[in-house]
């Protein structure tokens, strides 16, 4: 009888000692874990070549044939077995270098077998290494495959393999696993749900996962083994949500009063965009609303957004809160203390202050004791701020730009820096009894996250987005260009440095590696010194210690230096408007969303701007369309689809899958949007129409998610 808990070692087939290796190699500890083991592709089985037809360029083949001879040669490591195979129209090799004494026993010559297998060619001869072998009966007809034309193939390891668990094993432990299944797995999904979204059985989707019928079924199994894997995330994250807006109040902000007015009126540097005017509603509608306000806002470089922070806090300031700026580096948090207080120097009644590791002694107690007082407004600042012994009168605003840079859990500290915040927690101002009412939150980032992204690693979070730049702003020209057009390069850079402009040069490297054929920064610099004797070099990169660093940049930012060699570092950087030219070396070694960062450094004056991807010659189609799309757009939202769509989740900058709260098992965030947002809104509407969790049709619902809610961290989702 078939119980999905069942521990795998109890399996026809595995026994402990291949227990042991499913549960270490790929986590396969029960029955349950076997069966949602998926596929990771699948090979038409369906034709059958003759050996006369195919060459070393083809995909897998199939063929039926007899081996013809088998014979063991080498020593030591390069020993391995070849079995001449013929189907009376050639001949090919199939050679095997691991368990050969079980290859030796298990197959024999004169016996009819279907081989499948990559074929390659190998001084001269075809050959197949490690095929997969059936054995077929000597005059039956060419076999229909079992289960259908389409073969799983699934993910193994090289332990696996040694101990014969390569894919046709494990397909083969998954057939065994099917026969003890008599009646129908049960519905995993309210049948509402199933036939709103016309979705196929669980057990019918199971079956065909693994041994698909035909290509129709296997797509429509995938759909729906994808909806139920993001439909319980979502309602994971959504329900997460909800029971924080029903347990923590947010203060509450009625008034836009004299300083938000005051700035608005007279001392707002340029007519706000459209976009920022809507976000700016958006994060007042959250103010007053009496929940905390969890926003995340989206920004490409240079479309506002700190404009948008400022007048939030402005409003802040006006119902009697203090608002805290939090940035992940030293340099980022001057720059927003700079640009802040400049925006605000005729409102002397405000008052901004600067909290880093650097500020000490007499100046660190006074800011100290200010915030304490009441009398800092804006406290600006890195983790410092967040620091034993920082602490607030009435913090109501925090806002933390580019959020992947700071933990959950330190984000959590802030509230417990209000020295009021204890008489505030048993009723809140709308009246209702027993909420912890929290400071609000703006979260703000420049590296754009695709919406199906967005709706995952940030799904409790309610998303704003500045998707305009302010007027006047000349795009940036983006030119690809091969290391071997050096000299055309620098006299492009001779020409911008003669106008007065400061150049960016960026490198993947600090020092030369054996294994990357790489230009290296160290290298570069040299050659930058002896190219422009003229100009003032400097460099900065992750080795340096901080306070080098910040010199470094803060002379390149003064105009003192006119050119600067870095890596990454200045990814998330200073603010130099009249840097004008950004070169990034070896491009191809960078993913497209940090591309499109590093070349928002630049395009922040008046003049045109340019960014130059130089890149070797030899590139590879993905590279060249990667390049491609940063010479044809400057749209950081469509950038970051693109990139979704070319790397995958796992590898985009700051957005890991692997810092996700879950496993994705078959659904890819890159390309079932559209599965997502279906599965997002069947959530919805399951906790609308089900909020006490009582409903007996959505049972099965609630009870699964209990069990997810072991296994996974919601909070560490936003």
């Known amino acids: 009888m078939f119980n999905p808990q069942t521990e795998i070692k109890f399996l026809s087939g595995v026994g402990p000692q291949r227990a042991d290796l499913l549960e270490k190699e790929i986590g396969i500890h029960t029955f349950s874990d076997m069966l949602t083991y998926y596929p990771y ?231 706000l965009t459209d976009a920022q005017k809507r976000v700016i509603r958006e994060i007042r509608q959250d103010m007053r609303a009496g929940f905390q306000m969890n926003r995340l806002l989206q920004g490409d470089v240079g479309s506002g957004k700190t404009l948008v922070a400022l007048l939030c806090s402005l409003i802040a300031i006006d119902n009697g809160y203090q608002v805290v700026i939090m940035a992940p580096t030293e340099i980022l948090a001057e720059q927003h203390q700079e640009t802040i207080s400049g925006l605000l120097s005729g409102m002397p009644w405000l008052r901004t202050e600067l909290l880093t590791g650097s500020v000490k002694g007499k100046k660190r107690k006074e800011i100290l004791d200010s915030l304490i007082s009441g009398n800092v407004n804006i406290l600006i600042g890195t983790h410092a701020v967040i620091e034993d012994g920082v602490q607030f009168r009435n913090l109501g605003l925090a806002i933390i730009d580019e959020q992947h840079r700071f933990g959950v859990a330190q984000r959590a500290k802030l509230w417990d820096k209000r020295i009021d915040a204890a008489g505030e927690q048993a009723t809140s101002q709308n009246g209702e009894s027993g909420k912890i009412l929290l400071p609000h939150v703006l979260v703000m980032t420049a590296t754009p996250i695709p919406r199906t992204l967005a709706m995952t690693l940030y799904g409790d979070l309610d998303v704003s987005v500045i998707d305009q730049l302010p007027p006047g702003r000349k795009p940036i020209h983006t030119i690809h260009q091969f290391l071997k057009h050096m000299d055309r390069i620098h006299e492009a850079m001779r020409t911008e440095l003669r106008k007065g402009r400061q150049i960016y040069v960026v490198y993947p490297l600090i020092e030369d590696t054996e294994k990357m054929d790489l230009e290296n920064l160290e290298e570069g610099y040299q050659q930058l010194r002896e190219a422009f004797p003229d100009y003032r070099v400097s460099r900065v990169h992750g080795k340096l210690k901080p306070a080098e660093k910040d010199a470094e940049m803060s002379a390149f930012a003064s105009g003192e230096t006119q050119i600067l060699v870095a890596t990454t570092v200045i990814e998330v950087g200073v603010n130099v408007p009249n840097a004008s030219v950004m070169i990034i070396m070896n491009a191809e070694r960078f993913g497209l969303s940090q591309l499109h960062q590093l070349r928002g450094r630049v395009g922040r004056g008046a003049e045109q701007s340019y960014c130059v991807l130089v890149t070797k010659y030899e590139l590879s189609e993905t590279t060249r369309k990667r390049i491609q799309i940063m010479v044809d757009s400057t749209d950081g939202f469509e950038i970051a689809e693109a990139d979704l769509k070319l790397r995958g989740p796992g590898d985009l900058e700051g957005t890991q899958q692997s810092g996700m709260a879950f496993d994705l098992k078959i659904a890819n965030i890159a390309r079932d949007g559209q599965i997502l947002t279906y599965a997002r809104t069947a959530a919805q509407h399951l906790l609308d129409s089900d909020p006490a969790e009582s409903s007996p049709e959505n049972k099965t619902c609630w009870q699964r998610l209990a069990q997810m809610h072991s296994d996974i961290n919601w909070g560490a989702i936003s």
């Open 41 to 271: 592709r699948y090979v038409d089985r369906s034709k059958v070549y003759r050996i006369a037809e195919i060459d070393g360029n083809m995909p897998y083949v199939q063929l039926v044939g007899q081996i013809v001879s088998m014979e063991a040669i080498g020593e030591g490591r390069s020993r391995r077995i070849i079995g001449r195979f013929s189907d009376g129209t050639g001949f090919i090799d199939l050679v095997w270098f691991q368990g050969l004494r079980f290859i030796g026993k298990a197959y024999k010559v004169r016996t009819r077998y279907l081989i499948f297998g990559k074929p390659t060619v190998f001084n001269g001869k075809l050959q197949i290494n490690h095929p997969d072998i059936e054995t077929v009966e000597a005059n039956a007809d060419i076999p229909e495959i079992q289960g259908g034309s389409f073969r799983p193939h699934y993910h193994t390891t090289e332990r696996m393999k040694k101990g014969f668990l390569a894919s046709s094993a494990v397909a083969k432990l998954i057939g065994n696993l099917f026969r003890l299944i008599t009646e129908p797995l049960p519905e995993t999904l309210p049948q509402w749900i199933v036939d709103e979204y016309h979705l196929m059985p669980y057990d019918e989707a199971i079956r065909n996962i693994h041994f698909p019928s035909s290509a129709d079924t296997l797509r429509r199994a995938q759909a729906r083994l994808k909806f139920d894997e993001l439909f319980y995330i979502q309602l994971g994250i959504l329900r997460y949500a909800q029971n924080r807006k029903q347990k923590q109040g947010g203060l509450i902000f009625k008034t836009v009063g004299h300083s938000f007015n005051t700035f608005y009126h007279d001392f707002l540097p340029f007519p």
